[in-house]
């Protein structure tokens, strides 16, 4: 009973990095993949580098998109899209 009251705070600290450092990680990547799954052709996204652009086609077998942008067609990885500010630029606009 001794040794577990040692080793306590120790698995507590194990606990407590999970809920909020392991899982909330684990939550976004999950959220990202459903977010990459579900491109169509026609959405407007925002890349991580900040590359502005609409889909024009996917190519599976590189697993990437191809976008259009204003200097022309450029292709990129699905997982260079940036899923936050993708969608800030799909969401509608709010009145006030």
Request: charged content about 30%; hydrophobic content about 40%; aromatic content about 8%.
């Amino acid at each position: 009973m001794d040794q577990l009251t040692q080793f306590a705070p120790i698995i507590l600290m194990f606990i407590v990095v999970y809920f909020f450092m392991i899982r909330p990680q684990m939550k976004r990547a999950k959220q990202e993949k459903q977010f990459s799954s579900e491109l169509k052709k026609g959405d407007r996204i925002v890349t991580k580098s900040g590359m502005h652009g609409k889909i024009i086609d996917f190519s599976e077998k590189q697993n990437a998109v191809i976008i259009e942008t204003g200097a022309g067609k450029i292709t990129f990885d699905r997982s260079s899209i940036s899923m936050e500010m993708s969608r800030k630029l799909n969401e509608p606009a709010k009145e006030k």
